[in-house]
């Protein structure tokens, strides 16, 4: 079973456009997290929510919404997409709090024409 | 938020032992010391942390300094499978962000 899963795997679209990405854990996590990682691979923190709320948002333009509906699901919707948004995103859940180790999902690869 | 400074990189070959450094000089008494990697194409997976004493679990094992400044993750016998960035984070409980900071990490190579 896999505990945590994004859709979709590959995203290639033009610059302009609106597109949204999918994560979904089955850890019975209360805590998910979205990074991003550049061409460069380095990976950062982007957005965190605990129990469906906003926790971390590492200013990150508003031009990215990340959605909770429940605690086993966090999206994230991009508007207005640039080229500098080509990353791979990976998204991420744990238990809150103390020191719980964070578990990834496969990642996102994004390209912006 | 407490720095570590690792090597760039790291050759190992297949079946020997790889100890991976890290420092952190500024680490504060209540920062544990996390070790994440990342396999070619896939997400990071957490692979041990420790605060003060020596870790031991099923993927490696932790060695810390008696000064906590510096740190080593140990492989005991290297796998190919084992080639990956390895990432040394620190991070404080007490902080209810539960975020972890990536650096540049070592990217270990391992050969046959």
């Known amino acids: 079973d896999t505990a945590v899963s994004q859709t979709p795997k590959y995203l290639v679209t033009q610059m302009g456009n609106d597109k949204s990405i999918k994560c979904e854990q089955n850890l019975g996590h209360d805590t998910m997290y979205w990074y991003k990682q550049d061409s460069k691979k380095f990976l950062k923190i982007m957005f965190s929510?605990?129990?469906?709320?906003?926790?971390i948002n590492e200013t990150v333009p508003n031009r990215f919404s990340p959605k909770s509906p429940d605690k086993a699901h966090l999206n994230l919707h991009i508007n207005s997409l640039e080229l500098g948004d080509s990353a791979v995103y990976f998204c991420?859940?744990?238990?809150?709090?103390?020191?719980?180790?964070?578990?990834f999902g496969p990642g996102t690869r994004l390209t912006v024409t | 938020d407490a720095k570590t400074t690792q090597p760039n990189s790291m050759e190992s070959n297949e079946e020997e032992p790889v100890h991976l450094p890290c420092n952190h000089s500024t680490i504060s008494g209540t920062d544990y010391i996390h070790w994440y990697r990342q396999l070619p194409s896939q997400g990071p997976e957490y692979v041990i942390h420790g605060l003060t004493s020596n870790v031991n679990n099923r993927m490696a094992s932790l060695a810390i300094a008696e000064d906590r400044k510096s740190s080593t993750l140990i492989l005991h016998r290297a796998t190919l499978r084992d080639a990956a960035v390895y990432y040394c984070i620190l991070r404080d409980p007490r902080e209810n962000t539960d975020k972890l900071i990536f650096g540049t990490g070592t990217r270990l190579q391992v050969f046959p």
């Open positions: 929510y605990n129990n469906k709320e906003l926790i």
């Open positions: 991420a859940s744990s238990l809150w709090g103390g020191v719980h180790e964070q578990y």
